[in-house]
C-alpha cells in the first residue's frame, strides 16, 4: 500500500494526547480504540480528513476514489465561509472498474489539470481513499509532479477510510498540513500578539462570534486551522507567538509538532460558557506575557460578562434548575456542562466515551456526586439515562436527534451539524435562547397526547356526561 | 431516438450520483426488522446514513463491518461474522440485508464463501435470513444498488408460507423502483387496495421512511415488506413493476413462479395512470370473467380524481407551454419527470443522469448526458426551470434559475418522506407546484 503505515501506527501514539499518558494507568484507549464491527457508527479516517481540511474555502477538495466517498458526501459540511465557495464544491475522479484494473494516477493527474484549469483554486487537497490507498496509487508522487507542473500547491492527503475513526483522520490532516503546508509562505508583517486557532471550524459561522473579542484585545488571529480559512494563512502559520487548540484532542499533533519545530508553545482551550471563555482569554493574555494585554483582557471579561448577565435575565429563570443529558466527545463533554451551570441548568449525565483521563476529572468536578458518567452510548442506554433521570432536555449531535425526537424528548444539536453559533458570549446567549425555545415549546404537550379514544373508558364516559 | 453522451473528462464536478451501495441500503430499509449492513470501512456507513437522515428526517438503521487497515489485508471474513452476531444480538433483527462496497470488492473477499462457512459454524442462526447482493461503489449509480438488492430479494428463498392461512384477496406484487418516494408508495398502496387487491410491496419504504411515531424504541426498521410476505411471493397473480430498473425483478419472479408481469416505467401523467389503472381493473376481472365480456370496473374516486387532473391539466398549461426546462435526475426519475413535462407542452432543454439505462434511448430531448452537476451548470443556462437534487441549489442561484427539488438528497425541504408526486393526485400537486413557480417568476418579471 501505498501510504505509510508507519505514520499511522506513529499517530495512534500521538505523545501530546492525554489517552496516551494514562496507557497502562487509565483504562481508557480511546485513541487506540477499534471500530466494533455491527456496533461502530462513527465515520472514518477519510471522513475525519475532510472534517478537518475542507474548512479552508478557497482550495479545492479532490477526492481520489469511486463515488461513494464524495458522491455521498460532498457539500454537506457545516463550516462557514466569509469569502471564497470553492470549498462548497464536491470534486472526485469517480473511479470506474477500469481505473480499478489499470491504475488511477494518470486520471488523477488529469483531473488535477482540469480542477486548476477551470476553477483556479488556491490549492487542491488530494485525498487516499480506501480504494485507492488498496491499489497502490502514488498519491505523493502525483501530487508532487502536478505541484511542479500546475505552478498550484497540490497537497496530499493519506486518509484511507480503513486507517481509524474520524479522530485518526484529523490527525492525517494534521499531518498533510505539517507537512506540505505550514511554513511553506512568510506572513506579510508578524506582530507579538499573532495566534493560530487550531480545530476551530467555524460551524454554523461560531468563529465570527469571538473574533471580534481578539480584535479588541488587539490580538491577530493569522491563522484558523481552518475555520473560515485561506490556503495562504495556513501557510504562515508558522511565525505565530501561539497555538490555541480548541475543543479538540484531534489536531493535538499539530500543535506538539509545531512546538518542536517551530517553538510555538501551545494551550488547550474551548469558547463554551462564560468561565471557559474568560479563562481561554486570560490564559492567552498570560502566555503572550503582556502586562497591558492582560489588563485590557480583565477590562474586556467584565465587560463582557456584565452585558451577558444582562442578557440572560429573561433565560435564567426560565431554565433554572431544568435537567439535561449531554451527550457528545472530548472537551465538549465538560466545556458544555459549565455552560449549562452558567445558565442555571443541571446536567445530570454526560459521556465520558471519547474523554480522556483529564477530561473525565473535570467532568466529575463539575457534576457533583449525583452526575452519571455515561461509559458507553447507543440510543437505547441515552433513552435509559433520560428516563431514569428526568431529564427535561438532550443535548447531543445530529446522530442523536431522532433519538430523542422520536421519544418526544425535546434536543439541542450540539455537534458539527447544528444551525446555530454557541461559542463565546455571544454564543451563550444563543444557546440559552435555543434550549428554552426547545423545552418551551408548545409542541411537546400535542405529541406526547393519547388519542382520545386510547383513554380509558371511565374518562370517556365522564367527559360525555 | 435519444443520444446518450458522457462527456471525456477526469473529474466529477459536483457529482449528481451516489453510490450503489446507498441504493441497495435504501431498498433494504423496505424490509420490515431488517438492518442494511454495509461490508466496508465505517465511511461507507456513515456518510450513506448521514445523507438518508437528512433527507427523510428520520433515524435510519444502518451497520458496518468497520473494517481496519488490518482486516483489509487479511480479509474481511472475521468482520463479516462479527458484525452479524452483534446485530443478532443487539437489534435482533428478523432479516440482514449484507452488501459490498469499493474497498471490499476491490479487496476480492469471497462473499458467497465466507456466508458459507458463517452458516456452517453458526447453525444457530439457520432460521434467519442473511440477502446479500454485491454493490461495488466503482460500477453504477444508487438506482443499480437499488434495483441490484431487489433482484437479490426476489431470488431469495425466505422459507414456505403459513398454509393454513386462506387468501381472502387476490394478491398482486408490486416492485416499487427507486423513483418511488415513500409517498409515493403508499398512493400506490391505497389504489391497488381500492380495487379490491391485496398488494405485497416490494421494497415497501413507505412503512418504513413514512416519518410516523412510534412508541417503542426501534432498532431495525419499524415497518416495510414482512418477512410473512416474502414468504408469500408465489401467491401473486401478477407483477407490476414500477420503473425500468424494475424490470429484471420481475424477469426472475416470472421464472421462478411464473407470475406475469408489466413494467410501469412511469406513473405520473394521465395516460400513465390510465393504463395503470386499467391493468388493475383487468387483474380484477379476469378473475371472475376470463374472456372480458363485462367492462372493466374502476372505483369511482379514481373517476373524480381523472376528471380533477384535466382540470389542473387546462390550468396549469398556459404556464408550461414553451417553457424550458433542464433535469438531472436518475434514468428512472429523468423518464418518468422529461415526458410529464413534454407532454404540458414544456421542452426538455438538457437531460443530465447518473447511469446507463435502456430507457435514456426513448427521451423526449435529443440528447442526455450521463455526467455530474457540472455538465447540468453548463447546459441550462436560459432555462426556465431547473429540476434536480438540494445539491444543485448553487447552480441555480448563479444561472438564475429557480430549483424544483427532486431525487435524493433534499436536505433543504421538508416532507420528503410524505410528498407523492404519482397517481392522478400526485400529477395534479406535481403540476401545481411547478405552475405556482412559473407564476412567481412571472410576477418577479414584470415587477422589473
Known amino acids: 500500500m501505498a501510504f505509510k503505515q508507519s505514520k499511522v501506527a506513529a499517530l495512534l501514539n500521538e505523545p501530546g494526547c492525554e489517552h496516551n499518558h494514562q496507557k497502562g494507568v487509565g483504562k481508557n484507549k480511546a485513541c487506540k480504540q477499534q471500530a466494533q464491527p455491527g456496533a461502530a457508527q462513527g465515520g472514518c479516517a477519510f471522513d475525519g480528513a475532510s ?68 476553477y483556479q483554486p488556491a490549492a487542491v487537497f488530494v485525498y487516499l481513499t480506501c480504494v485507492t490507498a488498496l491499489i497502490g496509487d502514488d498519491l505523493d508522487a502525483v501530487c508532487q509532479a502536478a505541484t511542479q507542473k500546475f505552478g498550484t500547491p497540490i497537497i496530499p492527503v493519506n486518509s484511507p477510510g480503513f486507517a ?10 494534521g499531518e498533510a498540513l505539517l507537512d506540505h503546508v505550514v511554513g511553506t509562505v512568510e506572513p506579510e508583517y508578524t506582530t507579538p500578539y499573532d495566534i493560530n486557532l487550531i480545530g476551530e471550524y467555524n460551524i454554523a459561522g461560531e468563529l465570527w462570534g469571538v473574533l471580534p473579542l481578539f480584535e479588541k484585545l488587539g490580538i491577530r488571529v493569522l491563522a484558523k486551522i481552518t475555520g473560515d480559512a485561506r490556503y495562504q494563512d495556513v501557510c504562515s502559520a508558522h511565525r505565530a507567538k501561539l497555538n490555541v487548540m480548541i475543543c479538540s484532542k484531534a489536531l493535538i499533533n499539530m500543535g506538539r509538532k509545531m512546538e518542536e519545530k517551530y517553538g510555538i508553545p501551545y494551550i488547550e482551550e474551548s469558547f463554551y460558557g462564560i468561565a471557559d471563555m474568560n479563562r ?23 465587560e463582557e460578562t456584565a452585558k451577558l448577565n444582562q442578557a440572560l435575565i429573561p433565560y435564567r429563570s426560565r431554565l433554572q434548575g431544568k435537567r439535561m443529558v449531554l451527550y457528545t466527545g472530548g472537551v465538549k463533554s465538560w466545556s458544555v456542562i459549565s455552560a449549562a451551570q452558567d445558565l442555571g441548568m443541571e446536567v445530570v449525565a454526560t459521556s465520558t466515551k471519547k474523554s480522556t483521563e483529564e477530561d473525565k476529572a473535570r467532568i466529575k468536578e463539575l457534576l457533583g456526586k449525583d452526575g452519571i458518567m455515561l461509559q458507553k452510548g447507543n440510543a437505547q442506554e441515552l433513552l435509559r439515562v433520560i428516563a431514569k433521570t428526568k431529564a427535561d432536555l438532550l443535548v447531543a449531535g445530529g446522530r442523536n436527534q431522532y433519538t430523542a425526537l422520536k421519544a418526544r424528548i425535546p434536543f439541542l444539536d450540539i455537534n458539527q451539524e447544528r444551525h446555530h453559533p454557541y461559542a463565546g458570549y455571544v ?29 380509558n373508558s371511565y374518562h370517556v364516559a365522564a367527559s360525555i356526561g | 431516438m435519444t443520444t446518450v453522451t458522457s ?41 450513506a446514513k448521514v445523507l438518508l437522515v437528512r433527507h427523510f428526517r428520520e433515524a435510519i438503521p444502518l451497520a458496518t463491518t468497520a473494517m481496519t487497515e488490518v482486516s483489509t489485508i487479511l480479509g474481511g471474513e472475521d468482520n463479516v461474522e462479527q458484525a452479524i452476531l452483534t446485530l443478532v444480538e443487539k437489534a435482533k433483527p428478523e432479516i440482514i440485508a449484507l452488501f459490498t462496497t469499493g474497498l471490499t470488492e476491490t479487496r476480492g473477499d469471497d462473499m458467497k464463501g465466507i456466508l458459507r462457512t458463517f452458516r456452517e459454524s453458526h447453525p444457530e442462526l439457520d432460521s434467519l435470513p442473511i440477502v446479500f447482493v454485491s454493490t461495488p461503489d466503482y460500477k453504477g449509480a444508487m ?33 416499487a423502483g427507486s423513483l418511488l418516494s415513500p409517498g409515493d408508495v403508499a398512493e400506490i398502496k391505497q389504489i391497488v387496495q381500492d380495487f379490491g387487491l391485496k398488494p405485497l410491496i416490494l421494497p415497501d419504504i413507505s412503512g418504513s421512511l413514512d416519518g410516523h ?3 417503542e424504541y426501534q432498532t431495525t426498521t419499524a415497518g416495510g415488506t414482512s418477512l410473512e410476505q416474502l414468504r408469500n411471493l408465489n401467491q401473486s397473480t401478477f407483477t407490476l413493476a414500477i420503473g425500468e430498473s424494475m424490470r429484471s425483478p420481475a424477469e426472475t419472479l416470472q421464472q421462478q413462479f411464473g407470475t406475469n408481469y408489466e413494467v410501469f416505467p412511469q406513473l405520473a401523467g394521465l395516460e400513465a395512470v390510465d393504463k395503470f389503472l386499467w391493468r388493475l381493473s383487468q387483474i380484477v376481472n379476469s378473475r371472475h370473467d376470463p374472456h ?43 423518464y418518468q419527470t422529461a415526458w410529464l413535462l413534454h407532454n404540458m407542452g414544456a421542452e426538455i432543454q438538457a437531460a443530465v443522469t447518473t447511469t446507463k439505462s435502456p430507457i435514456l434511448s426513448d427521451l423526449p430531448v435529443d440528447s442526455v448526458t450521463i455526467g455530474d452537476l457540472e455538465d447540468l451548470e453548463d447546459l441550462a443556462a436560459g432555462s426556465d426551470l431547473i429540476i434536480a437534487n438540494s445539491q444543485a441549489k448553487s447552480l441555480a442561484k448563479k444561472l438564475h434559475i429557480p430549483l424544483y427539488r427532486l431525487g435524493y438528497p433534499i436536505y433543504d425541504r421538508l416532507g420528503n418522506g410524505y410528498r407523492f408526486l404519482i397517481s392522478y393526485r400526485g400529477t395534479i400537486q406535481f403540476l401545481f407546484d411547478i405552475g405556482n413557480i412559473f407564476i412567481e417568476q412571472e410576477e418577479s418579471q414584470n415587477n422589473h
Open chain 2, 143 to 175: 438506482q443499480d444498488g437499488f434495483a441490484a438488492a431487489v433482484r437479490e430479494i426476489v431470488a431469495t428463498d425466505f422459507g414456505s408460507r403459513d398454509e393454513s392461512l386462506v387468501e381472502m384477496l387476490p394478491q398482486v406484487t408490486i416492485l
Open chain 1, 280 to 302: 481561554c482569554l486570560r490564559n492567552i493574555a498570560a502566555k503572550l506575557g503582556d502586562r497591558e494585554l492582560q489588563e485590557r483582557v480583565e477590562n474586556l471579561i467584565s
Open chain 2, 292 to 334: 372480458f365480456i363485462k367492462p372493466p370496473t374502476v372505483p369511482n374516486k379514481y373517476e373524480i380524481q381523472r376528471r380533477q387532473l384535466q382540470d389542473a391539466i387546462l390550468d396549469t398549461h398556459f404556464y408550461f407551454g414553451r417553457k424550458r426546462i433542464s433535469l438531472a435526475l436518475e434514468p428512472d426519475l429523468l
Open chain 1, 164 to 173: 481509524g475513526t474520524k479522530n485518526m483522520g484529523n490527525r492525517m490532516a
Open chain 2, 213 to 215: 411515531l412510534e412508541d
Open chain 2, 7 to 47: 462527456r471525456k473528462k477526469s473529474v466529477a464536478v459536483n457529482p449528481l450520483k451516489q453510490s450503489q451501495p446507498l441504493g441497495a441500503a435504501l431498498a433494504f430499509l423496505g424490509l420490515k426488522g431488517t438492518v442494511p449492513l454495509f461490508h466496508g470501512s465505517q465511511g461507507c456507513t456513515a456518510f
Open chain 1, 51 to 118: 472534517i478537518a481540511l475542507v474548512p479552508i474555502t478557497d482550495a479545492a477538495h479532490l477526492v481520489h476514489g469511486p463515488i461513494a466517498c464524495a458522491g455521498n458526501s460532498w457539500g454537506s459540511r457545516g463550516s462557514l465561509s466569509s469569502g471564497p465557495m470553492t470549498y462548497k464544491m464536491g470534486f472526485t475522479t469517480d473511479l470506474s472498474e477500469n481505473d480499478i484494473i489499470f491504475g488511477g494516477e494518470k486520471k488523477l493527474y488529469k483531473a488535477i489539470k482540469e480542477v486548476c484549469d477551470r
Open chain 1, 427 to 455: 454564543g451563550l446567549v444563543e444557546m440559552a435562547r435555543e434550549i428554552d425555545e426547545a423545552l418551551h415549546s408548545p409542541i411537546w404537550a400535542q405529541v406526547r397526547k393519547p388519542a382520545p379514544w386510547t383513554v
